[in-house]
């Protein structure tokens, strides 16, 4: 799975203690909850199946209202939080940005990463072609989406790569949708990494992956989920069918014969057709991706132009 929350909460249930060599912290605001979960040894990568480093989780039910008030209060959530990723890595002030939205504009569930790039304040240009243009606290950016293997026959890997090379930037900012294990955080989280990102790992289709070591810069992750894999969705149903047949005195032997397995197997059966990774997603998602998206460039730009005041990051959200 993709968040690491999740993955947290999922290693803690199975071994029923505290995961060793795992910090969670938890910071409640008006419209949000954050979750910040450092991965600290090895063993605890091994456990939560996630590279060491700290990932960013930030819920917030209110990304799915059309309530601009809530929205402006997330930008800046994001917009701090990216900030002290950015803070960590000790860059240079006048730093060099380059925003990669990964995933297929012709595919909305996986559009998230190009509709950002769409709404990105790119700023390369000015610093090249009208410097005298460039306000105090603006940096460097520059921002592409390389669209997906099946499209361009290239891994995004490798256009990055050669992107860097030419551009030379400081720090690489991706953003790309994510698969959750519960349909409630389908565009209400937005996970936040300092680990980089492999991308559609989500759905099982592992490319090479996109940090520091491929990169040879950092890596700094933004993430949305908007798909939920159909299997999570039947055995949660399948689990709640349990609780409520438990209850029942005359249905416990039915409860008893409903084994994990025998449930994961029939699962497993009717998700053959589509290879076992049928995703969904909700019917609405096209006004889900157009207003995360925004969001999303809105809390980049927060925290890379502190030069922008804040009560005019509503001018780069559309």
Not at 65 to 89: A, F, P, S, W, Y
Not at 114 to 142: C, K, M, N, W
Request: net charge negative.
């Amino acid at each position: 799975m993709d968040l690491a929350v999740e993955a947290h909460d999922l290693a803690r249930a199975k071994t029923g203690a505290e995961i060793p060599g795992v910090r969670v912290e938890k910071e409640t605001f008006s419209h949000a909850t954050v979750t910040v979960v450092r991965v600290e040894t090895a063993e605890a990568e091994q456990i939560m199946q996630k590279p060491r480093g700290t990932y960013i989780t930030i819920d917030a039910p209110g990304l799915r209202q059309n309530d601009r008030t809530v929205h402006q209060e997330i930008v800046k959530l994001i917009g701090d939080k990216v900030g002290l990723l950015i803070q960590d890595l000790r860059l240079p002030k006048e730093m060099s940005v380059l925003i990669i939205g990964l995933g297929n504009w012709h595919a909305t569930p996986d559009a998230l990463g190009p509709r950002t790039v769409d709404y990105t304040l790119v700023t390369r240009h000015l610093f090249r072609y009208a410097p005298q243009e460039v306000g105090q606290g603006i940096r460097e950016v520059s921002a592409l989406a390389p669209g997906v293997l099946g499209v361009t026959g290239i891994e995004s890997a490798e256009i990055i790569r050669g992107v860097v090379e030419k551009v030379q930037p400081h720090l690489i900012i991706t953003v790309d949708a994510l698969a959750a294990r519960n349909v409630e955080r389908i565009t209400t989280s937005v996970q936040l990494a300092n680990t980089g990102i492999s991308p559609g790992s989500g759905v099982g289709n592992d490319r090479t992956g996109i940090n520091r070591e491929t990169m040879g810069i950092p890596v700094i992750a933004v993430g949305v989920p908007t798909v939920v894999h159909a299997a999570f969705i039947a055995g949660d149903a399948m689990e709640r069918l349990w609780q409520e047949l438990n209850k029942n005195p005359n249905m416990q032997k039915v409860y008893k014969v409903l084994h994990p397995d025998l449930v994961q197997n029939v699962v497993d059966d009717l998700l053959k057709p589509h290879g076992g990774q049928l995703m969904v997603t909700p019917r609405e998602i096209d006004t889900l991706i157009q207003n995360t998206s925004r969001i999303v460039a809105g809390g980049i730009a927060a925290a890379l132009h502190p030069g922008i005041p804040p009560e005019d990051y509503s001018l780069y959200l559309g």
